[in-house]
């Protein structure tokens, strides 16, 4: 198995629920390990408070889910979108009380959690989600809740998996989290030997984390125009555009009204903005 493959099952599907699921009942998991992964349980093993609230998104299989019950943790939730699988689980830790599996969508969950476990999720999305992503985590962390996991540090020529560099991460995740640790991975398996960068990540709960749709934006220059009236503003830490165009990250040190961000982006009246809730 090439543990670092994703699907062989049309990878220009959307990937949805019904692309996801296929995976699961064609058995194209090539991402799949079979146990956990040695960074993950090193990670583990270092937490102390075995009651806290954890989530693991984007689930799969869930060895680390298996391996936290074993350790004695009791507060586990597995989230995935893929109902084949998710049936699977369900059965599998019925019985387990420490573990709560549940159908839906990352983006749609509600709930407050001490640590987010990373996992193969993030390269499983399209790159367009990863602000959507970064808002997401910081509003299901609790305050000074923690990121953990392992990140792809190098480039796929298609995906998923989708990669990227450290480079990249850190201003994805600039102002939003505390950076406590990103490293190049040196415990990974063979397959992804030096091709991994373990991160753990604070959240900030001094700043606000805003999530924008915006519309008028078609190019490279349209987005770059937009960030560099946004960084002009005082109150901004970090301002991200989506790779489609569509959706802008905003950390700030207060909210700002949507009327102001308007007037400063688009002065001359051809981009337009409103504030997405998810």
């Given at each position: 198995m090439?543990?670092?493959s994703c699907c062989t099952v049309a990878c220009e599907q959307p990937l949805d629920q019904k692309y996801w699921d296929a995976q699961y009942q064609a058995n194209t998991t090539g991402w799949d390990l079979g146990q956990i992964s040695p960074p993950m349980r090193a990670y583990i093993d270092r937490i102390q408070n075995k009651n806290s609230a954890i989530l693991?998104?984007?689930?799969g299989n869930t060895y680390e889910a298996a391996y936290l019950s074993e350790q004695g943790f009791t507060n586990i939730t597995v989230l995935d979108i893929?109902?084949?699988?998710v049936k699977i689980l369900q059965e599998?830790?019925?019985?387990?009380t420490n573990i709560q599996v549940l159908l839906g969508d990352f983006f749609a969950h509600q709930g407050l959690y001490d640590i987010i476990l990373e996992q193969t999720f993030l390269c499983a999305l399209p790159p367009s989600l990863r602000q959507k992503y970064v808002y997401k985590m910081h509003d299901l962390l609790t305050p000074n809740g923690i990121l953990a996991g392992v990140l792809f540090n190098r480039s796929f020529a298609v995906g998923?998996?989708?990669g990227g560099s450290q480079?990249?991460?850190e201003m994805l995740f600039k102002g939003a989290f505390r950076t406590l640790k990103a490293i190049p991975e040196l415990e990974s398996v063979a397959p992804r030997s030096q091709s991994e960068l373990a991160i753990e990540l604070q959240k900030n709960s001094a700043v606000s984390v805003s999530l924008y749709t915006l519309e008028g934006v078609s190019c490279i220059d349209c987005k770059n125009e937009i960030l560099?009236?946004?960084?002009?503003l005082d109150t901004i830490q970090n301002a991200s555009i989506s790779t489609d165009f569509k959706t802008l990250l905003l950390v700030t040190e207060q909210q700002i009204a949507v009327a102001q961000l308007q007037k400063t982006i688009a002065s001359s009246g051809q981009y337009s903005i409103s504030k997405i809730t998810l």
């Open positions: 090439n543990n670092t693991i998104p984007g689930c893929a109902p084949s699988l599998k830790f019925m019985t387990n998923p998996p989708f480079a990249e991460y560099k009236k946004l960084q002009a």
